[in-house]
């Protein structure tokens, strides 16, 4: 009797374990996400809101979007170029919020 207690103890303790890792584990790739979109969506701001392309900040955000845009970078390329940026970063950012959403979904069920 005190060996069966004692397996479902164990069953009962990896299972609140694989709980807590899968949890851990889709929080950090939607807090990824997140701040991914913040980044294309703060290099949008600041594009199409005018700030000078010379400063720290700007150049800073702009050297963490370009990598991130991926292949939405060129996607579209209208003649204005905050347009360009408004709709392309925009889109890498919808696809980073939608992809790591869809991850996160899929982490949960299997987990």
Known sequence: MAEHSERRRHRVNSA????RIVTA???TLRWTGTIIAVVL???VVLTVGGANPAN?????VASWADPLALGFRDLFMPEDPKARIL????????????????VVKIIRRLG
């Open 16 to 19: 609140l374990t694989r709980a």
């Open 25 to 27: 584990v889709a929080a």
């Open 41 to 43: 969506v703060a290099h």
């Open 56 to 60: 720290a900040i700007t150049r800073f």
């Open 87 to 102: 709709v392309n970063y925009g889109l890498a950012a919808l696809f980073w919020l939608i992809v790591t959403s869809l």
